[in-house]
């Protein structure tokens, strides 16, 4: 079974930042597609952004310039550099995994942004 255990959440002010981490269990994080979810209040989920096995990224259009998805294999982490941060941002946010065309969650880690 594969576990995600995201950490880093909290409240900030509007403007400042925030670096999410995702730590994946077992031994084949580096074959792993990674990627960041958040929904917010009365919102479905969306993407945030993506970070494939090769290091290849992709985020949501609204979020180019201020959110930077990254990961080190050697911690079997995934990270999300949350900087210029707006109240709109505040969601839970969810981490992902696709291993082999399986997905697997983390249990989410609360952002809430103060304006």
């Known amino acids: 079974q594969v576990q995600l255990v995201e950490s880093g959440g909290g409240l900030v002010q509007a403007g400042g930042s925030l670096r999410l981490s995702c730590t994946v269990s077992?031994?084949?994080?580096?074959?792993?597609?990674m990627g960041w979810y958040r929904r917010g209040a009365g919102k479905q989920r969306e993407l945030v952004a993506l970070?494939?096995?090769?290091?290849?990224?992709n985020y949501a259009d609204s979020l180019k310039g201020r959110f930077t998805i990254s990961r080190d294999n050697a911690k079997n982490t995934v990270y999300l550099q949350m900087n210029s941060l707006k109240p709109e941002d505040t969601a839970v946010y969810y981490c992902?995994?696709?291993?082999?065309?399986?997905?697997?969650w983390g249990q989410g880690t609360q952002v809430t942004v103060s304006s």
């Open positions: 970070i494939t096995s090769g290091g290849r990224t």
């Open positions: 992902n995994a696709v291993r082999w065309n399986v997905q697997y």
């Open positions: 077992g031994r084949f994080f580096s074959n792993d597609d």
